[in-house]
């Protein structure tokens, strides 16, 4: 098994986007809200904030023997709602929650949970790759060679353009090439072709 190899098979989608999606199922299933709307908007932050820590320690798996302050919680639950509704929208999050349209709470606290499985699984990955192209500096006549390897093994899947110049464009851009590789594995695999 090649260096390139042994690092795909570390973030394999089943091992990093699979397992996210499980650890956040599992989040979801386990956090219990008594009511399905919310009254208030501090009703709404502490809410939040509670489901932002029960999915981060479930993500990490801490357990919830160790909890920041509410504050702290609720921080990083805005954080998180505003990027994915803006910064100023995150009354849109508040609004939703309230009314009970498009999932009302459990809508938002699912695209919530979503984000934040998202971006783990990406450091997750990102990890990985950066400590494996960083290796691979240090050798560029290796780089050169694991980047056609690369291309040999995954050409097929890659636009046509990527591998023109002896592929010159991955090895431009190859710490994203292989950071949105279980992405593309994923998606293949999804309509039966890996």
């Not at 499980?22 to 979801?28: I, Q, S, T, V």
């Not at 709307?37 to 932050?45: A, G, L, N, R, T």
């Not at 990083?76 to 508040?94: Q, R």
Request: hydrophobic share 40%.
């Amino acid at each position: 098994m090649s260096q390139l190899d042994d690092l795909l098979e570390r973030i394999d989608p089943k091992k990093t986007i699979d397992h996210g999606n499980a650890l956040l199922d599992k989040a979801l299933n386990s956090y219990h809200f008594a009511k399905s709307q919310v009254e208030s908007h501090d009703e709404f932050k502490q809410v939040c904030g509670d489901f932002y820590w029960h999915v981060e320690s479930t993500l990490l798996g801490v357990g919830s023997s160790v909890s920041p302050n509410d504050q702290m919680k609720q921080g990083f639950a805005l954080g998180i709602l505003g990027d994915i509704f803006g910064k100023h929208n995150t009354d849109a999050a508040y609004q939703i929650a309230r009314s009970g349209v498009e999932g009302g709470l459990y809508g938002v606290l699912r695209k919530m949970g979503e984000a934040m499985a998202k971006k783990h699984v990406d450091t997750q990955i990102g990890v990985e790759v950066s400590e494996f192209v960083n290796q691979l500096m240090k050798n560029l006549p290796e780089f050169h060679a694991t980047v056609e390897e690369y291309a040999q093994k995954y050409g097929r899947l890659l636009p046509r353009e990527a591998l023109e110049d002896n592929a010159f464009d991955i090895k431009i851009g190859f710490w994203k090439v292989l950071q949105n590789h279980p992405y593309m594995v994923k998606s293949m695999r999804e309509i039966g072709k890996l």
